[in-house]
């Protein structure tokens, strides 16, 4: 006997009310309302969507080196991932500090350029997978040039 599915409605969306649906109050509960525990976890995320994406596309075309382990690379990932995660995290914390009334004009210039940097440092930390995968991808097309 085969089993029987229900048949699916279609759905007519001229009829939905999108703003009885309230997606961005729905949406609220998976993320923390601290915005840097939140920078701090969106970070991570991309982060391991990079560095599934580029060894899915590393190993695929086989462009990685092979003087270099996969385990000392991946190791090498993960400690860049995760700082530059933390380094985004603590950026974000700077530049909440710069808002606190009371705070001096030269400590707030002092706060601005200290979260700059450590952006700018989170940011190489989250994209090393990408940087590397371009890497290797132009080592790999200039290849046949060298011989």
Do not use: H
């Amino acid at each position: 006997m085969k089993p029987s599915f229900p048949k699916l409605k279609q759905i007519n969306f001229k009829q939905i009310n999108f703003k009885q649906l309230n997606l961005k109050q729905n949406l609220k509960p998976y993320l923390p309302r601290n915005p840097v525990l939140r920078d701090l976890i969106v970070c991570l995320i991309i982060w391991l969507g990079l560095e599934l994406v580029c060894t899915a596309i590393a190993s695929a075309l086989n462009v990685s080196p092979v003087e270099i382990r996969p385990q000392q690379l991946l190791a090498l990932s993960v400690l860049l991932g995760i700082g530059g995660a933390c380094f985004m995290a603590a950026s974000t914390q700077m530049t909440l500090a710069r808002t606190v009334p009371g705070i001096s004009r030269k400590r707030k210039r002092i706060l601005g350029l200290m979260s700059q940097v450590l952006s700018w440092l989170g940011l190489v930390g989250i994209g090393f997978p990408l940087l590397s995968l371009s890497f290797w991808l132009a080592l790999w097309v200039m290849s046949p040039l060298r011989a």
